[in-house]
């Protein structure tokens, strides 16, 4: 029988949680408390994440991106397969072990992303990037802390409030696209990011496959 072998931790910058990065055989898993947040296994949702952004993109090829969380890379590389040579994607990634991990163990299973030229990592909170950005993005995706509803840092509530959604409006460029990963369903999401004068699509992925693992959502908002 395999077991979990944890590799490495790290806190959380502002938070009292810790972040673990564990083994098992070939798959990979990033553990927050003890509790598994991510498997290299399953990572359909984020995938979609990317893809779906895109989808609604005038120019996809040539686009501008932020990707809010690093995760295991898929998101990063599902942006980057879309992309042409012009395109851009930079990540923002709070905890440094995550960025560590990606460009050691976690690199391979995602395609080594980081390595590509149309990729920056940016070690720092996502909030801020936002916050001082005016039409600068042709997509944002937020990836960050399970959705709206998050487990480890209060302070990222600030990405999700009236304030928050009104300074990604600010950040994106016309025709724009914000698009936001959950775990699960948040009605009242859906109409606060109404109320901030997007339009919204709300769309039900799946984390391993098109047809199996658990139901995550997207919102797109334009």
Known sequence: MNYWQQLDSEPIPGSRSVMSLHQRGTELAINVDGDQLMSSRQHGSEDALAELALDRLAAPEKARLLIGG???????????????????????????????????VLGAVAGSPLDDPRAVVQEGDVVRIIQGSRREWDAILLDVDNGPEGLTRKSNDRLYSTTGLAAARKALRPGGVLAIWSAGRNEAFTTRLKRAGYTVEVKTVRSHGKKKGARHVIWLAR
């Open 70 to 104: 690093l995760g295991m890379g898929f998101t990063l590389a599902a942006a980057l397969a879309r992309l042409g040579p012009g395109g851009e994607a930079v990540v923002a990634e709070l905890v440094p072990a995550v960025i560590r991990w990606n460009q050691g």
